[in-house]
């Protein structure tokens, strides 16, 4: 099997992704848990601000711990020994997810400075949750070594599930 060169340029790129391990898919997941928050607060009625800020943060955290439990469990099923060294690990690498909880959390404190609207607020952090979502994809396929058109696809991907997640909003009429 003859594979054609790689583009120049290109080794580099993935030696340092191997070195650098910053979790985009916590990131990338992350910010789609953070939309999902906003669309589905705002079925239950209209949450003050901090009550959103406080959702969003503390969604960001259960979920964390669940993927830190669900991969330290599934150690364990397969025989794997695991250490406190292994758990901090593991936290630290699915902490991009608390991560992404944070921009969005921020703009719905700042959302009275811009004179918001409760309405309003919810769609300026849906708009930053997604656009987060659309930059992490992106900038973890550029750190994979993926090409340029590879990377805009994945933002474009990206988008789309954003798409998605502004229409299930729209559809609930908040």
Do not use: C
């Not at 800020?53 to 099923?77: D, P, Q, S």
């Not at 918001?116 to 987060?132: C, D, E, K, N, R």
Request: charge should be positive; glycine fraction near 8%; hydrophobic fraction near 55%.
């Amino acid at each position: 099997m003859s594979s054609s060169p790689a583009p120049a340029g290109r080794p580099a790129r993935q030696e340092r992704a191997r070195t650098r391990r910053t979790d985009y898919a916590g990131a990338v997941y992350g910010s789609l848990l953070a939309a999902s928050v906003v669309v589905t607060a705002g079925t239950a009625g209209d949450f003050p601000r901090l009550q959103l800020i406080v959702l969003l943060l503390v969604t960001g955290v259960v979920f964390w711990a669940a993927h830190v439990y669900a991969h330290v469990a599934g150690e364990r099923i397969v025989g794997r020994p695991i250490d406190r060294r292994e758990v901090r690990r593991v936290a630290r690498r699915e902490w991009p997810i608390v991560e992404a909880a944070v921009l969005p959390a921020v703009a719905a404190a700042l959302s009275p400075v811009l004179g918001l609207s409760l309405s309003g607020t919810t769609w300026l952090v849906l708009a930053v949750a997604i656009a987060q979502q659309v930059t992490w994809a992106t900038l973890g396929a550029i750190s994979a070594g993926a090409t340029r058109r590879m990377a805009v696809a994945e933002g474009a991907v990206n988008l789309l599930l954003g798409l998605v997640i502004v229409t299930a909003k729209a559809a609930l009429g908040h």
